[in-house]
Nanobody
Framework: QVQLVESGGGSVQTGGSLRLSCAASGITFNAYIMGWYRQAPGGNQRELVATITTSGNTNYADAVKGRFTISRDNAKNTVYLQMNSLKPEDTAVYYC????????????WGKGTLVTVSS
């Protein structure tokens, strides 16, 4: 059974930092592209925040470039999102995603963790 369990969310003030973690089980972790997505309160779409490939290449949404850093520890089956200089518009539920390229249906989501940034 595949499980992606996010942790590290919470409430911070503008300019603060948080580090999200996503622990994966039930998958061959190093075969998956890992990503973080977010959905703002009242929003109906998840947007890409950052992804990291199996070889460690990263990609970021323009809104978070220079402030957020995604990383992975294949030995711990965990992906991280370090979030610095947080802004109120970063407030959202953050979801972990695991996607195995070329394998239909091997795309999994965590249940999310809430990040609230107050001004």
């Amino acid at each position: 059974q595949v499980q992606l369990v996010e942790s590290g969310g919470g409430s911070v003030q503008t300019g603060g930092s948080l580090r999200l973690s996503c622990a994966a089980s039930g998958i061959t972790f190093n075969a998956y592209i890992m990503g973080w997505y977010r959905q703002a309160p009242g929003g109906n779409q998840r947007e890409l925040v950052a992804t990291i490939t199996t070889s460690g290449n990263t990609n970021y949404a323009d809104a978070v470039k220079g402030r957020f850093t995604i990383s992975r520890d294949n030995a711990k089956n965990t992906v991280y999102l370090q979030m610095n200089s947080l802004k109120p518009e970063d407030t959202a539920v953050y979801y972990c995603n695991a996607n195995r390229p070329g394998y239909y249906g091997m795309n999994y989501w965590g249940k999310g963790t809430l990040v609230t940034v107050s001004s």
